[in-house]
C-alpha cells in the first residue's frame, strides 16, 4: 500500500532530505541552497512490498530517489509480451530522468522488491532545477552517459 508523507515536510525531515541527497553523486555538487528548494518540492512515498512504482509505457511524469528498500527494474518485450529484469536499484538510485528528458512514455517497469521509500519529483520541478542548475544538469548527463556506456 502506497502511502504519502509528504504532510511530514518539517524543517527536521526537509534537513535529513537534504543530507540523504547530498550523499548521492547526482546531488553532490549541487549548491546547498537550490538543493534544499529542489528537496522541498519533493513528494516523500512510502510503497509496501511487490508494489508498481511507474509501469512502462505510462507518461513520464515524475523524476525519483530511493531513500530505502530496493526495487526491481523491468522491461516487456513486444514480442513476447514477458518481463524481464534489466536491473535492481537500491538506496539513493534514481529513474525517470530519461524520459522526462525525452519527453517519451516510460521506457521501463519499477517494482519495489521490499519496503521502499521514495522522493518524487514532478516533471516541472526536475526540469526547472535542470535547466537553472548547471551542476544538477551536468550530474544527471553524466549518469545517463554512464549507464548507456554500462
Request: glycine share 8%; with cysteine.
Amino acid at each position: 500500500m502506497t502511502t504519502s508523507t509528504s504532510g511530514l515536510m518539517t524543517p527536521q525531515f526537509l534537513d535529513r532530505l537534504v543530507k540523504a541527497l547530498q550523499s548521492s553523486g547526482l546531488f553532490a555538487k549541487v549548491p546547498t541552497e537550490a538543493l534544499r528548494g529542489f528537496a522541498s518540492q519533493a513528494q516523500v512515498k512510502k510503497y509496501g512490498e511487490n508494489e508498481t512504482i511507474v509501469r512502462q509505457g505510462d507518461p513520464s511524469d515524475a523524476f525519483y530517489v530511493l531513500f530505502g528498500g530496493h526495487a526491481s527494474v523491468s522491461v516487456m518485450h513486444e514480442e513476447t509480451g514477458i518481463h524481464a529484469e534489466i536491473a535492481r536499484i537500491g538506496t539513493m538510485d534514481c529513474f525517470g530522468e530519461m524520459g522526462l528528458l525525452l519527453q517519451k512514455p516510460r521506457m521501463a517497469t519499477v517494482t519495489t522488491i521490499d519496503t521502499v521509500v521514495a522522493a518524487r519529483f514532478a516533471a516541472k520541478v526536475f526540469a526547472s532545477t535542470f535547466m537553472h542548475v548547471p551542476a544538477f544538469g551536468l550530474a544527471v548527463s553524466q549518469a545517463l552517459a554512464h549507464r548507456l556506456d554500462d
